[in-house]
């Protein structure tokens, strides 16, 4: 199976711009794609059009609530990791944050190495789902295959006999 994409790819969604390019410049020396959105209606135009190993959504936006957001770009794009960003952290938004299927909850000022750390975290989680996954549909084959061979009639017609031939 190909992975998603051999470059990961990351979406960061976040009103602040001075956020956005940080992101950015610790990412992509490391080898990840990384796309930008200011805004959720921004973050679900770019979800249409591409698929994202991780999005990384801030909790305050100002066209929509990052846990909707979150909810949506699940609906959307069910294999990618979700991790929420927020400068406001409160037990609220962090269990909502759970409950809509956040892989992980980063608080502002965010460490960059702590930061990479995340993220290379959750794309090894992805990597090993989609092994999983994998070996899983290849077992299935296998045993289909198995199951089929053994409730084959068997078919063979012996050398000597005659096969009729058919009148028109």
Known sequence: MIPIMERKSILIVDDDPGILNSFK????PEGYNVDTAQTGSEALEKCKARLYNIAVIDINLPD?????LLSKI???LPKARKIILTGYPTLDNAVESVNQQADAYIIKPVNPKEFLRVIAEN????T?????TE????G????????????RSPRTVPAS????????
């Open 25 to 28: 410049e610790i990412l992509e």
């Open 64 to 68: 929509t609530d990052g846990t909707e």
């Open 74 to 76: 699940h609906g959307m």
């Open 123 to 126: 794309i090894n989680k992805q």
């Open 128 to 132: 090993e789902a989609e092994a999983v």
């Open 135 to 138: 070996d899983k549909v290849i």
């Open 140 to 151: 299935w084959i296998e045993s289909r295959y198995q199951e089929t061979k053994r409730n």
């Open 161 to 168: 006999s005659h096969v009729p031939e058919i009148e028109e």
